[in-house]
């Protein structure tokens, strides 16, 4: 069972639909693996379709009519390429379900460093502005200490591991910013992967902080 869980106004905002995709993705692989958190947001759902039923329908107007239901009917569910849908909690299904191979063991990860690799998942969900991927940290290594320029939220896949504010097992969700410095460590006994979602880039500290000035992406 997770111990460790998005806070209640990143719950309420995914339930809003005010969150932006990938940061949904990652609340998304949460709940997959959290009962208590897809209870409560299948609360907040409930309660947010009660409140839209009190409220006074409004006239909306939405110019060029005609090129908006084009659209709509070009880009419909299942047909762009680069949609993603971020399934709702009552959805028992892996929101990655299409996007990885069908087990672990077969994805082809890029080395890092000899001890971290990374499968990139951004220019396959078709986003930007992010920097969705798996990270595999070898069991016992460690992650050289940073801290980051926005936001960096983490779901636990496989393995565990820990930092200066924690220990942290297989469905649990972390959120840093930059008022964190940590150095993550996987944990003595298995690899640990994990799905990470950034906003901005890294920044690296002590030694590696020569690495900052490659530290960035579009």
């Known amino acids: ?12 905002d995914y339930s809003a639909g005010t969150l932006a995709m990938p940061q949904s993705l990652a609340v998304a692989m949460h709940l997959f693996l959290c009962d208590s958190c897809r209870a409560q947001v299948k609360k907040l759902n ?3 379709g009660a409140l839209l039923e009190q409220s006074e329908p409004r006239q909306v107007k939405v110019r060029d009519f005609d090129q908006f239901m084009a659209g709509i ?18 959805a028992l299904r892996n929101p990655l379900h299409g996007f990885l191979p069908k087990r672990l063991e077969d994805i082809q ?21 992010f920097r969705i991927g798996l990270q595999k940290i070898s069991a016992g290594a460690r992650v050289p200490e940073h801290t980051h320029k926005g936001r960096e939220l983490t779901v636990v896949l496989s393995g565990g ?58």
């Not at 990860?109 to 502005?129: C, F, K, M, N, P």
């Not at 298995?190 to 490659?214: H, K, M, Q, S, W």
Request: glycine share 8%; proline share 5%; aromatic share 8%.
């Open 109 to 129: 990860w890029r080395q890092q460093t000899r001890e971290i690799a990374e499968y990139d998942l951004t220019e396959r969900l078709g986003v930007s502005g």
């Open 46 to 48: 409930s309660l947010g």
């Open 161 to 218: 591991f820990s930092d200066e504010l924690g220990v942290y097992h297989e469905g649990d969700f972390v959120s840093r910013d930059g008022s964190h410095q940590h150095s993550p460590t996987a944990l003595q006994n298995e690899d640990c992967i994990c799905l990470t979602v950034l906003d901005a880039p890294l920044r690296f500290l002590g030694l590696y902080r020569l690495l900052n000035p490659f530290m960035h992406w579009s």
């Open 1 to 12: 069972m997770s111990k460790h869980h998005p806070d209640e106004v990143t719950l309420l």
């Open 73 to 90: 009917d070009k880009d419909g569910p299942g047909e762009s390429a680069s949609a993603i849908e971020v399934p709702q909690a009552s």
